[in-house]
C-alpha cells in the first residue's frame, strides 16, 4: 500500500472552474509543492508508452477514448493499463467504466494548465 498523496494539476476555484496548479515557468520560481506537481506531470508523460497513451486519448474524437482503441502502443495490455493507471494518478486523465470497457478522457482544463505552465511571457 502506498502512501503518496496525489497532487492535482488543477486546483478548483470558487465554482468558477480550475486554476492551475502552478505558474508560468517564467513568472516567477515555482515552490516545492508547484514543483513536486509540476514534475509528477512531466514523469508522467516522461515514458515514451505513457505520452502515446495520452496523445492517443486527446487525439481520439469525441475527446475520449475506449481502452479497445487506444491500446496498439506495442506492448502487452495488463502493461497498457498500468501505464493508463499512472497518467490518471498524475492528474493527467480521467476514466468511466461503461459495461466491460473503460473510457478515458483528458479534460480541456488540463490541457491548459499543460500549456499555460510551458507558456512563454507575452511582448508588452
Not at 62 to 90: F, M, N, R, Y
Amino acid at each position: 500500500m502506498s502512501n503518496a498523496k496525489v497532487l492535482p494539476l488543477l486546483e478548483p476555484t470558487d465554482g468558477q472552474g480550475v486554476t492551475p496548479c502552478c505558474p508560468p515557468l517564467t513568472e516567477r520560481p515555482m515552490t516545492a509543492m508547484e514543483a513536486e506537481t509540476a514534475a509528477r506531470m512531466f514523469k508522467a508523460l516522461g515514458d515514451p508508452v505513457r505520452l502515446r497513451l495520452f496523445s492517443a486519448v486527446a487525439s481520439h474524437e469525441g475527446g475520449e477514448a475506449c481502452v479497445c482503441d487506444i491500446s496498439d502502443v506495442g506492448v502487452s495490455q495488463p502493461t497498457v493499463s498500468h501505464h493508463l493507471k499512472k497518467l490518471k494518478d498524475a492528474g493527467l486523465l480521467t476514466s468511466e467504466r461503461r459495461g466491460t470497457w473503460v473510457y478515458y478522457r483528458v479534460e480541456p482544463e488540463v490541457l491548459a494548465a499543460m500549456g499555460k505552465l510551458l507558456a512563454m511571457p507575452t511582448a508588452a
